[in-house]
């Protein structure tokens, strides 16, 4: 699945001001606040969808090498959390959805459980 879809199926925003190319592909989610959780994932192609909003969510996917995160409940990204993932080809999309809808509806258009 593009970003391009993730960004259309969750009504979001692109908001990295240098994001990479919308044609990435994501094959899997993963959904957690917890980032102990997050460095867990080995997969690739991974999108990370979390309501967490800082800039540790950005260094954590960094580590965990995702390369797309989707920030729900509408929370704000910080200009750090910008900069971080610009610096590191990190797409950053916001929506309003929770965190629950937004899973269901991404699970629904075909993106596959790494569990």
Do not use: W
């Not at 094959?27 to 867990?40: E, P």
């Not at 192609?45 to 950005?58: D, E, F, K």
């Not at 989707?70 to 950053?92: F, G, P, S």
Request: aromatic fraction near 6%; charge should be negative; hydrophobic fraction near 50%.
């Amino acid at each position: 699945m593009k970003i391009a879809e993730v960004r259309e199926l969750v009504e979001g925003t692109i908001v990295n001001g240098t994001v990479p190319d919308t044609d990435l592909q994501v094959q899997y989610g993963f959904a957690s606040d917890l980032m102990s959780d997050v460095l867990t994932v080995t997969a690739d192609g991974v999108l990370l969808i979390t309501g967490l909003s800082n800039a540790q969510t950005v260094r954590t996917a960094v580590m965990s090498d995702i390369h797309v995160i989707l920030i729900c409940r509408d929370k704000r990204v910080t200009a750090e959390m910008q900069a971080l993932a610009e610096t590191h080809d990190v797409a950053l999309i916001t929506t309003a959805y929770s965190v629950f809808r937004a899973v269901g509806v991404l699970f629904d258009a075909g993106l596959k459980p790494i569990f």
